[in-house]
Structure formats: structure tokens, C-alpha cells
């Protein structure tokens, strides 16, 4: 990020914006790996596999689908790799005993217990502060930036304000996306 006067304070007001959706790209993946009782295949996906002398993700070795709400199935494939995925889930903190037939790995969602619904309301929230941690430190970089090229003169004070102003208002604007995604997540999770 180049701050210089004159630059367009909407061109850098948009590379703000892509620095901080980053985080909540990061988050929203974050929070669809929570088990909610619903089956979803990013619970699984990025679980790694020892196999073909290297850990690989489940994603990449195997087609993940969700059967209904409550049923993963997940099918290899290369069915050599099938006990290698059923010993990776076995070990994961998923705590879900995976059933194969022999072609095909199925793994049943059990519904969930209250004091399970607490911890990942606990998870979640974990996750939404490091999420804004993260969003936090991007605004304290380009802040940083932001001084210094008023410190060498590059811009005026005026300039720096309004660039810090813009600053700010698109952190609170990412906070607020952050929570809002935490909000609806942990709505998901307690009323299912």
C-alpha cells in the first residue's frame, strides 16, 4: 500500500477493504467447520490423511457429500486409501465412529448434548476474537503507514485524518461483520 497525497482515497479506501476481508473470509471458514448437528462437508474436509507418503486433506483424495442432516458419506477415490481416511476420522476431534462398507465411508452426526452446544459457543467466540485481533492488527499496520508517510511529508495532516478516519470506520465496518457472523452462528448452534 503506497500512501502518497493525492491518491485516490477510494482506491485506498478499497485495498483496505481487501486487506480486512481477508480476515473474514478467514472466519467465515472458520465458523462453517463448528458442528452445528447438520451435516456439512467442510466438518471433514480439511482433516489430513496419511497416505502416498505425504498427510493430504480428505478433500483431496476423496468426494465428500451430505447425505441429509445428519449423514456424511464420504467415497475414496483410490478405495487403497480407505482404511488410511477411517484412521485419520477415528483420531480427529470429531469424535464420530466412522462406518465403511468396503467402498464407502459414512459417518452419522449425532445429535448434540447441551454442554457440547457450550463448548462450541466457547469455540466460536475464541475464533470471533481472533478473527478481530486480526482485523485490528491489518488497521495498527496501515495506521503505522499512514504516520510514517505524514511523519517523511508524503501527505499533509489533513490528509493523514481523513485516511485515519476511513481507516477506522472500515475497521468498526469488519468488526461488526465479524460479530454479526458470530451472532448468527451461535443462533444456529443453540437452537438446533
Known amino acids: 500500500m503506497n500512501i502518497v497525497e493525492g ?3 477510494k482506491q485506498l479506501e478499497k485495498e483496505i477493504e481487501n486487506q480486512m476481508d481477508k480476515h473474514i473470509k478467514h472466519f467465515e471458514k472458520e465458523v462453517s467447520k463448528l458442528r452445528t448437528g447438520r451435516a456439512h462437508p467442510s466438518m471433514v474436509e480439511d482433516i489430513r490423511v496419511s497416505c502416498y507418503g505425504t498427510n493430504m486433506p ?16 464420504i467415497q475414496p477415490w483410490d478405495k487403497s486409501l480407505l482404511d488410511d481416511i477411517i ?9 464420530i ?23 462450541l459457543v466457547k469455540s466460536l467466540h475464541q475464533k ?20 510514517e508517510a505524514e511523519k ?17 470506520k472500515t475497521t468498526d465496518k469488519f468488526i461488526k461483520l465479524s460479530d454479526d457472523l458470530a451472532i448468527q452462528k451461535e443462533g444456529e448452534i443453540k437452537n438446533l
Do not use: C, H, W
Open 58 to 73: 480428505i478433500k483431496e483424495i476423496a468426494s465428500i457429500s451430505a447425505q441429509d442432516a445428519s449423514l456424511l458419506v
Open 7 to 9: 491518491s485516490s482515497i
Open 152 to 168: 517523511s511529508k508524503d501527505i499533509s495532516e489533513d490528509y493523514s485524518k481523513r485516511l485515519q478516519d476511513i481507516l477506522q
Open 97 to 119: 465412529n466412522p462406518q465403511s462398507d468396503g467402498e464407502i465411508i459414512r459417518l452419522k452426526i449425532p445429535p448434540m448434548s447441551s454442554s457440547r452446544r457450550d463448548e
Open 128 to 147: 470471533l476474537e481472533f478473527s478481530k485481533i486480526a482485523i485490528r492488527n491489518t488497521r495498527k499496520d496501515i495506521q503505522n503507514k499512514i504516520r
Open 87 to 95: 484412521k485419520a476420522l477415528s483420531i480427529s476431534d470429531l469424535n
